[in-house]
């Protein structure tokens, strides 16, 4: 079956620190991969997504790229911000497992950034 | 163009009481989600439908639980009867049939007392 292992949290870090969490996968078939963001009190918004092997995702300074041979998706920022606080879920979607290809989440990192 | 929108944002009822939840998909979409999320479980796929038929509903914890959706701008959740630990935030999404991302609500926060 379909697995997203994330790295566990919470992470706290400083303002203008490098942010890594890290994302693996396990899929049947040729997945597409996702990044969602959910802000205090808020919903999932989607923050990047990358289709196919060595594609790379980017949005408001986050990156990930989707690597095909370590099975991974890590999420990467140069420099947080306070404002970058959030609870920061890593999924995929599988078309070998119907055509709704819902979503498998990994289980959410905490970021807080301190000013 | 409006995403998808649920409510209540927030409920708190009490033990026993019927919940029902409800959902407007992005207009156009085929497929709509429900989801939950708790802290012990992270979050999970309850039911989705295509083209308002339900397809999967294996993730549905218990018979105290149902979906409906009539037509393609509006679905139902309903607990009944609720208990405690249905309290969790409950999420509706959709997506296009030829698209590749789901698109979520703001999610109805449910605390059963």
Known sequence: GNSVTQMEGPVTLSEEAFLTINCTYTATGYPSLFWYVQYPGEGLQLLLKATKADDKGSNKGFEATYRKETTSFHLEKGSVQVSDSAVYFCALSDPSSGSARQLTFGSGTQLTVLP | ?113
């Open chain 2, 1 to 113: 163009d409006a995403g998808v929108i649920q409510s209540p944002r927030h409920e708190v009822t009490e033990m026993g009481q019927e919940v029902t939840l409800r959902c407007k998909p992005i207009s156009g979409h085929d497929y709509l989600f429900w989801y939950r999320q708790t802290m012990m479980r992270g979050l999970e796929l309850l039911i989705y439908f295509n083209n308002n038929v339900p397809i999967d509903d294996s993730g549905m914890p218990e018979d105290r639980f149902s979906a409906k959706m009539p037509n393609a701008s509006f679905s139902t959740l309903k607990i009944q009867p609720s208990e405690p630990r249905d309290s969790a935030v409950y999420f509706c999404a959709s997506r296009l049939l030829s698209g590749n991302t789901i698109y979520f609500g703001e999610g109805s926060w449910l605390t059963v007392v």
